[in-house]
C-alpha cells in the first residue's frame, strides 16, 4: 500500500507544457461592473501567450453566489480562438477558497493559474509567470506584495505576527504577504487536488505541497471598481482559519503559558511558605488573592476558546460536507479539438 502520492507522472518539459495548455481560475463575487473589461484583459492576454509560447488557455470564472448580475455577464463573454470560457456557477456565496476550489476541480488543462476579478492582479503580469514556468521549469510561481506602505501600523503588525505563529516550528514556511495570485504546474495543481481537508487555506496548502517555488515581487494595482468584500472581521475570522487549520502553534503556546503560569505559582508559594516559617509574616492578602485568581481564570478561557476553535475545525471535518454545490456550468469552446478533449474528460470521469 502506497501512503504517499506519485504525481511525477505529471511532470512537464518545455515541449510537453505548452501542449498541455494553461487554467485560469477567476472567483467572481459582484464583480459585475468591471468583468467585461477584465475579459478583454484576459482576451489579449492569452493571444500574447499564445504567440509566445503556443499555449492554449481557458479562463474558469467561478460565480460565488454574486447578488448583481455577474452571472448574466460571465455567461455572455465570448471565447475567442486562443481563449475558451467556462462558467461555473455556486449556489450561493461559499466565499473566496471554496471558489477557487470549484475553480480547480473544474479546469481541464495541464497548469493552474490563480487570478483576482477585479483588476487588482494584472493580466500583463500573468506572462512573466508562465515564463518562469515552461522556461525555467518552476512549479508554483507566487506573487507577493512589494510593499505594505499603503497600509496602517496596526494591520502590519497584525500580519506580521500572524504569519510568525502561523510559521512557529512549521517545516515549510508560508511565505509572508504571498496572495493567492500564483500559477501551479500540472503536478503542482494535481498535488493540490489531492489534498482531503475541508477547511482549505489556500495559501499554505499551496506552499506545503512543496516543489520548486519561486516568488515574484509586484504591486497590486488598485480594486478597477467597487471595494473589498473583506472587512476586517473577517480578515481576524480568515485568520483563525488560517491559523487552526494550518498549525497547533496556538495549541502549543497555551501549554507554554500555562506552564510558565504554574511554574511562577509554585514560586510564588514557596515565597509564602519562606515568609511564613522563616520569618513568621502571615500577611492577609486579599487583593494579590484576587488578581491571581483573575488572571488563572481568564487565561484558562481563553485556552479553552483555543480548544474550542480546533475541535469546532475537527468536527466541520467530520461532517465532511461538500466544499461548494454547483448550481449551473457552461463552457465555450472555440476549436473542435478541444470539444474532443472535454468528452475524453467525462468518459474518463
Ligand atoms: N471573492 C469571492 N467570494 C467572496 C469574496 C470575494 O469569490 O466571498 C472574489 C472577488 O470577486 C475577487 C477576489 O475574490 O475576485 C478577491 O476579493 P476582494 O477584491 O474583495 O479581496 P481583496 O483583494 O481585498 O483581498
Ligand atoms: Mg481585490
Not at 467572481?28 to 492576454?45: D, I, M, Q
Not at 471554496?98 to 506572462?127: K, N, T, Y
Not at 461538500?322 to 478533449?341: C, G, L, N, Q
Request: aromatic share 8%.
Amino acid at each position: 500500500m502506497m501512503l504517499g502520492s506519485d504525481v511525477s507522472g505529471l511532470a512537464t518539459d518545455p515541449a510537453t507544457a505548452a501542449a498541455q495548455g494553461l487554467s485560469i481560475v477567476v472567483p467572481v463575487y459582484n464583480e459585475a461592473a468591471g468583468l467585461t473589461h477584465f475579459h478583454e484583459r484576459l482576451g489579449v492576454l492569452a493571444q500574447t501567450l499564445k504567440q509566445r509560447h503556443g499555449l492554449a488557455c481557458e479562463v474558469v470564472y467561478v460565480d460565488d453566489g454574486s447578488a448583481d448580475g455577474t452571472l448574466a455577464i460571465a455567461r455572455a463573454l465570448p471565447a475567442t480562438s486562443s481563449l475558451d470560457v467556462q462558467v461555473v456557477s455556486l449556489s450561493r456565496n461559499f466565499g473566496k477558497e471554496a471558489a477557487l476550489m470549484a475553480g480547480l476541480d473544474h479546469a481541464s488543462r495541464g497548469a493552474v493559474m490563480f487570478m483576482d476579478g477585479d483588476g487588482q492582479h494584472p493580466p500583463e503580469l500573468v506572462e512573466q509567470l508562465v515564463r518562469h514556468w515552461i522556461v525555467e521549469g518552476y512549479d508554483v510561481v507566487y506573487t507577493a506584495k512589494a510593499h505594505r506602505d499603503n497600509e496602517s501600523f496596526l494591520r502590519r503588525q497584525a500580519v506580521r505576527g500572524f504569519y510568525a505563529l502561523i510559521n512557529w516550528g512549521a517545516r515549510q514556511k508560508i511565505p509572508e504577504d504571498a496572495g493567492d495570485f500564483r500559477l501551479l504546474s500540472p503536478r503542482a495543481a494535481a498535488a493540490l487536488r489531492l489534498l482531503p481537508e475541508r477547511n482549505r487555506f489556500f495559501k499554505g496548502l499551496a506552499t506545503w505541497i512543496g516543489f520548486r517555488q519561486l516568488r515574484v515581487d509586484y504591486e497590486p494595482a488598485a480594486r478597477a471598481h467597487g471595494v473589498t468584500s473583506f472587512n476586517p472581521r473577517q480578515l481576524i475570522g480568515l485568520s483563525i482559519e488560517g491559523l487552526t487549520s494550518f498549525s497547533v502553534a496556538p495549541l502549543r503556546f497555551a501549554s507554554m503559558f500555562g506552564l510558565l503560569l504554574a511554574l511562577g505559582a509554585f514560586l510564588f508559594g514557596l515565597n509564602i511558605l519562606w515568609e511564613t516559617w522563616m520569618e513568621g509574616k502571615s500577611v492577609p492578602g486579599y487583593p494579590s488573592l484576587m488578581v491571581g485568581l483573575m488572571t488563572i481564570g481568564g487565561v484558562q478561557l481563553l485556552m479553552i476558546g483555543i480548544m474550542g476553535e480546533y475541535i469546532g475545525k475537527i468536527l466541520s471535518e467530520l461532517k465532511a460536507r461538500p466544499i461548494y454545490f454547483v448550481a449551473e456550468h457552461s463552457v465555450k469552446r472555440s476549436t473542435t479539438d478541444a470539444a474532443v478533449s472535454v468528452g475524453d474528460r467525462t468518459a474518463a470521469e
